[in-house]
């Protein structure tokens, strides 16, 4: 089964994940693949992904793990109390969840506590990391489809824009949050003020002098 | 007094800065009418500065042109049509005016100046503060290099222009200029 791939869909596969506890991302990325079943070859880690393989590694072999290369599953509680399973590794692309586990804040059977982002912006948080999984791989094909799956991606009405970007900010997951602030400014540019208030809500706030002023400062000449 | 508002209702301001920042400088001077908050950041040196730190800064290149004949032309062409014997194209004054050109994305695009810009002039930039400074003398009427000049200081940052002053000992025709910083 593969993550979320339909956002309509996020809801029904959150109900199915909380009857059944089933896994939201199964497909094995690269990293998992190459992860050596015994902690004694590292050698053969990809440089790419080291270091998040160095703790699964740790954390299988802690855990004695090791016989079916089996992947270690997180599972998050979300701000509207929905638990949300997700594999390590994808989850891991979050700065801060990563440094939960390095600092080995959740162990096998404890729930992490996300209480700013929801069930389902976590779950579209999740299927950009899991695109992203192997990134920094240098393929020009797979950074052409990357790019290509990223506009795709953020082209969401401007609530959905705006979650993205609270929730990327506050998981810390920088590529995400640099194409959703990137979307934003993409926005904006081009459009006449009156545009731009009405779509994004603010409040023009000038006095008549003001405003005056700054209606006579310089425009452009040409665009 | 009420609160402010914020930059992107919404958003907490340091993600609507992240945001904003990314916009490309030369749609900048379009955001000042926006509302209070958003004239007052596009000035802001900090603002210059969030966006050298986020690497979305742009290296821009001024450059006072003179503009080709078309208004001289015109000029000419309806002396002719009165039946005046007027002067030749090539003696009516030419007109100035800065454009910029972005390297970061190879936009052109020209400024409109509060006064025309006088011939001759100069660009000069201040790197700290990002400011270019544009002086030049005007010539009186009918005479090349006469008394007057004129200075104005553009403050890149969303195209706002203020005059500035200078000494009667200084005028003159600007023929080259460089800043350093000592």
Wanted: net charge negative; aromatic share 6%.
């Amino acid at each position: 089964m593969a993550a979320v791939t339909e956002t309509e869909s996020v809801d029904k596969k959150i109900r199915m994940m909380n009857s059944s506890s089933e896994e939201v991302a199964v497909e094995n990325p690269p990293a998992i693949n190459h992860m050596p079943e015994d902690d004694s070859a590292s050698a053969a880690i990809p440089a790419g992904n080291s270091l998040s393989d160095q703790v699964m590694a740790a954390a299988i072999s802690e855990t004695g793990e090791t016989g079916e290369g089996e992947k270690k599953n997180l599972r998050l509680m979300s701000s509207d109390g929905k638990e949300v399973v997700v594999e390590a590794a994808v989850a891991m692309k979050s700065q801060l969840i990563r440094q939960m586990i390095e600092a080995d804040c959740a162990g096998e059977s404890d729930v992490i506590n996300i209480p700013n982002v929801t069930a389902a912006v976590l779950s579209l948080i999740f299927r950009y990391c899991e695109k992203h999984l192997g990134d920094g791989d240098g393929d020009k094909a797979i950074a052409n489809d990357l790019k290509s799956f990223d506009e795709d991606f953020i082209s969401v009405d401007l609530d959905t824009l705006y979650d993205l970007l609270m929730g990327s900010n506050y998981l810390d997951v920088k590529g995400l949050l640099d194409l959703a602030c990137q979307k934003v400014a993409d926005l904006i540019k081009g459009k006449s003020p009156d545009e731009i208030r009405r779509i994004f809500n603010i409040e023009k706030d000038f006095s008549p002098e003001e405003e005056e002023e700054v209606n006579k400062e310089n425009k452009w000449a040409f665009e | 007094m009420a609160d402010e508002q914020a930059l992107l209702p919404g958003l907490p301001d340091d993600v609507a800065l992240d945001c904003i920042a990314r916009i490309p400088h030369r749609f900048h001077p379009g955001l000042r009418p926006i509302c209070r908050r958003w004239r007052d950041l596009v000035a802001a040196p900090s603002f210059r500065c969030h966006r050298q730190r986020i690497n979305t800064a742009e290296d821009l290149i001024f450059l006072v042109q003179a503009l080709g004949g078309a208004a001289a032309e015109s000029t000419a062409g309806d002396a002719k049509d009165s039946g005046k014997t007027t002067a030749a194209p090539d003696l009516c004054p030419p007109i100035y005016a800065i454009s910029i050109y972005s390297v970061t994305d190879g936009s052109w695009h020209r400024l409109a100046s509060p006064e025309p810009v006088p011939m001759f002039a100069q660009c000069a930039a201040v790197m700290r503060g990002g400011r270019v400074f544009v002086m030049g003398a005007a010539g009186e009427e009918g005479s090349v290099g006469g008394g007057g000049y004129r200075g104005w200081i553009l403050e890149i940052q969303g195209g706002k222009w203020r005059r500035a002053v200078t000494p009667a000992m200084f005028a003159g025709f600007p023929y080259s200029a460089a800043t350093v910083r000592l």
